[in-house]
């Protein structure tokens, strides 16, 4: 792939939706582990589904400017990506609050806080360039924005 201007274009958009999505993710999870006290694995889970859903929003119409319907077979497969997206982040979770963090003497919210933001930038490189190249790589041609695909 040939980087240009709207290959970055791009990725800035995908980011600006990155953090969007990420400050939807980190607010429903803090409710979910701080207030309603479940599990971190549990809440990380369910803020994880819920900027999924603001993601795939978001980037199709924005970042990727798709004409597909919204219920339509991309959408299948953005979510069976955030599905698969989804069990990484909540395995490396149970990895660093279980494993990794296990004998620390932080806090179980400090190693929640610390593990979910190394997490984060994980699965959002990973979940780039599986969008970008599996979900959404089929996307008609829009505008300025757009790549041209060699």
Request: charged letters at 20%; hydrophobic letters at 50%; aromatic letters at 12%.
């Amino acid at each position: 792939m040939k980087t240009n201007k709207n290959e970055i274009v791009k990725i800035v958009k995908f980011g600006l939706t990155g953090i969007m999505n990420t400050i939807v993710d980190w607010a429903v999870s803090s409710v979910c582990f701080v207030l309603i006290k479940l599990s971190e694995v549990l809440s990380n889970g369910i803020g994880y589904a819920a900027g999924l859903i603001f993601s795939y929003t978001v980037n199709r119409r924005w970042t990727f400017k798709t004409k597909e319907k919204f219920f339509s077979a991309e959408m299948l497969k953005f979510f069976a990506n955030g599905v698969i997206m989804l069990l990484i982040n909540m395995g490396l979770t149970k990895l660093f609050v279980d494993v990794i963090f296990a004998n620390s003497a932080l806090s179980d919210t400090l190693v929640y806080y610390i593990s979910k933001a190394i997490i984060t930038a994980i699965v959002m490189v990973l979940n780039y360039l599986s969008s970008r190249f599996l979900i959404f790589r089929n996307t008609q041609k829009q505008g300025p924005d757009d790549i041209t695909e060699k």
